[in-house]
């Protein structure tokens, strides 16, 4: 039974890189139409529709009964985002950043990353009114890139495929990632069971790591096509995306709970976002060294997480 479980987290995983890769195929083709600037397509669109297997496997897991999957599987994104995909984006190639990001989109990162921790700490769980407080500070994120993007429109470029057939790829993008989403949350939960492991540790490593990948294939092809704005803003933005819309929604839906142990993890992903600033603070550039210092963190966080 379990090989069979594996087999069906295995097609839940190919599903939700698909279907995110559909999906932002179409949504940034369309942005791109309408001139929008690559970086708030990368903290946008990208970010959204990478993140949209997260949204989709916390969304059905609250659904479901398996809340718990939830904080594990964003705050486990959060820290594998930074840590191992900007880690091995900087590894294959060094990744330029916009002050902007670097002034304003990761100080807020690191702050809501914090409320979602105190939040947890105060009750242990995130309640509908806080599910209310993280909506209102997503709403008032959205604002500043609405500004951001009024400010900085650019020249339409011309795309390929036709304005319908990216909308055709966004509609089946997104239906694929919500069906994988749920035959992965459904074999991620019994596979937790068979062989005792807690929906915790399942959330912060095998989930995170499945509904990262559309991150780290973004990432790393925009970093190699020379779309560095891309490449960070994506995960920044994605970051946001998962702490605020993705846990807002689901606490809407029903409590979260916030296990003692995810403060811990909490810490770490805001010591994550720390390490991001720091290394891209005086060249507005992240080099390899600083990557290999991320892949190592990442390596000694899993260790911890073993024992």
Do not use: C, H
Request: net charge neutral.
């Amino acid at each position: 039974m379990i090989f069979l479980q594996i087999l069906f987290l295995a097609v839940g995983f190919l599903m939700l890189v698909k279907g995110a890769d559909w999906f932002v195929d179409g949504t940034s083709g369309l942005a791109r139409k309408m001139g929008i600037p690559q970086l708030v397509v990368g903290l946008t669109i990208v970010a959204m529709g990478t993140s949209a297997p997260e949204a989709a496997v916390s969304v059905s897991a609250a659904l479901k009964n398996n809340a718990g999957i939830a904080i594990g599987n964003v705050v486990g994104s959060n820290i594998l985002n930074i840590l191992i995909i900007l880690g091995v984006t900087a590894v294959i190639t060094s990744v330029a950043i916009q002050k902007s990001t670097l002034k304003v989109e990761i100080p807020y990162m690191l702050i809501i990353t914090l409320v979602l921790v105190i939040m947890g700490a105060l009750d242990g769980k995130i309640s509908f009114f806080e599910g209310i407080i993280l909506w209102i500070l997503f709403i008032g994120y959205l604002i500043y890139l609405f500004l951001m993007a009024k400010n900085g429109k650019e020249e339409s470029e011309e795309v390929n495929k036709s304005v319908w057939k990216l909308i055709l790829y966004t509609i089946i993008g997104i239906v694929i990632v919500v069906w994988g989403s749920n035959i992965t949350v459904d074999s991620a939960t019994k596979i937790a069971e068979m062989i005792g492991m807690s929906e915790r540790f399942i959330g912060l490593t095998i989930v995170a790591f499945g509904t990262s990948l559309p991150e780290l294939v973004t990432s790393v092809t925009a970093a190699r096509k020379g779309n560095a704005d891309i490449a960070i803003g994506n995960i920044v933005g994605s970051n946001i995306f998962n702490v605020l819309f993705i846990i807002g929604t689901t606490a809407l839906i029903t409590p979260v709970p916030y296990a003692s142990g995810f403060i811990i993890d909490g810490i770490i992903a805001i010591a994550a976002g720390a390490l991001l600033w720091v290394s891209v603070f005086r060249k507005l550039e992240l080099r390899r060294p600083w990557g290999i210092v991320m892949l190592v963190a990442y390596a000694a966080y899993f260790v911890y997480l073993l024992f």
